[in-house]
């Protein structure tokens, strides 16, 4: 189904490995992303968690 987004461990695991990795060249250390936001792995589970149960395609 278009539109719609597991949050199954590895697609969470890729795009925090990808956050960190975008974040490198920018010169931010994964150790500011986690201090500043908490879990950039949580955070990312719960923002697809959110879109999938806000009733948006």
């Known amino acids: 189904m278009r539109g719609n987004v597991s949050a199954d461990f ?3 695991a890729e795009l925090t490995t990808k956050l960190f990795a975008d974040a ?3 010169g931010i ?6 201090v500043e ?3 950039a792995y949580e955070a990312i589970q719960a923002a697809i968690v959110g879109s999938e149960h806000s009733g948006k395609p």
Not at 29 to 34: G, T, V
């Open 10 to 12: 590895v697609s969470v």
């Open 37 to 39: 936001g908490g879990s």
């Open 24 to 26: 490198r060249p920018a």
């Open 29 to 34: 250390a994964e150790e500011e992303i986690e």
